[in-house]
């Protein structure tokens, strides 16, 4: 009788001692499968430094050495660029809005050159736009004749090609600024 008890006992202890270290053990493989879902592209750190970009699919990443560290979306995303007051070259107040679409095409620089790239590049189309409608009269820009959009987006493009991040579309919109605005 005392014999059952002790093989009882010692199975038992010997299911526990598994489950102590088989459970860990799967953790750490699932920690380290890496499901990259597409249109995505993560960017990869050993060590707190750049060793890859991992596309769409299945990956291996070493757990306790690597990192996905960033996470960006490959697919255009719509900029919403806020009213800006700008001062045409005859002295004139012009608001100036819209909208852009860009899209990460580098991970790597656009992990590392700014923080935040869509932030980046608005500040980046928000100077441009000052720059642009400063050497244009007023009334050329409120009738949207001079291809303002145009304008800024090829000035900026270069730019934002060496941030990782390509400069889509652009619409914008002017409208002469009321003196009550201040």
Same mark, same amino acid.
């Given at each position: 009788?005392?014999?059952?008890?002790? +093989?009882?006992?010692?199975?038992?202890?010997? %299911?526990?001692?598994?489950l102590?270290?088989?459970?860990?053990?799967?953790?750490?493989?699932r920690?380290?499968?890496?499901?990259?879902? /597409?249109d995505?592209?993560?960017?990869?750190?050993? $060590?707190? &430094?750049?060793?890859?970009?991992?596309?769409?699919?299945?990956?291996?990443?070493?757990? $306790?050495?690597?990192?996905?560290?960033?996470d960006?979306?490959?697919?255009? *995303?719509?900029?919403?660029?806020?009213?800006? &007051?700008? !001062? @045409?070259?005859?002295?004139?107040?012009?608001?100036?809005?819209?909208?852009? #679409? !860009?899209?990460i095409?580098?991970?790597? #620089?656009?992990?590392y050159?700014?923080?935040?790239?869509?932030f @980046?590049?608005?500040q980046? $189309? +928000?100077? @441009?736009?000052?720059?642009e409608? /400063?050497?244009?009269?007023?009334?050329?820009?409120?009738?949207?004749?001079?291809g #303002?959009?145009?304008?800024v987006?090829?000035?900026?493009?270069?730019?934002? %090609?060496?941030?990782?991040?390509?400069?889509? *579309?652009?619409?914008?919109?002017? &409208?002469? @600024?009321?003196?009550?605005?201040?």
């Amino acid at each position: 009788m005392s014999e059952t008890v002790l +093989q009882n006992g010692g199975s038992l202890f010997f %299911l526990a001692l598994v489950l102590v270290f088989m459970l860990p053990a799967i953790g750490i493989i699932r920690k380290a499968l890496v499901v990259v879902p /597409s249109d995505r592209a993560f960017v990869v750190e050993r $060590f707190g &430094r750049f060793l890859k970009v991992l596309p769409a699919g299945l990956h291996f990443v070493p757990p $306790f050495i690597d990192r996905v560290s960033r996470d960006f979306s490959l697919i255009d *995303e719509e900029v919403l660029i806020p009213e800006q &007051r700008c !001062i @045409a070259s005859g002295g004139e107040s012009v608001i100036v809005a819209g909208k852009m #679409l !860009i899209a990460i095409v580098e991970p790597r #620089l656009a992990a590392y050159e700014v923080s935040d790239p869509a932030f @980046a590049i608005l500040q980046l $189309f +928000q100077l @441009a736009v000052v720059e642009e409608t /400063s050497l244009v009269p007023g009334q050329v820009i409120v009738d949207g004749t001079i291809g #303002l959009a145009q304008k800024v987006g090829t000035l900026i493009a270069p730019t934002a %090609l060496g941030w990782g991040v390509r400069v889509g *579309e652009i619409e914008l919109s002017a &409208r002469w @600024a009321s003196s009550a605005v201040a």
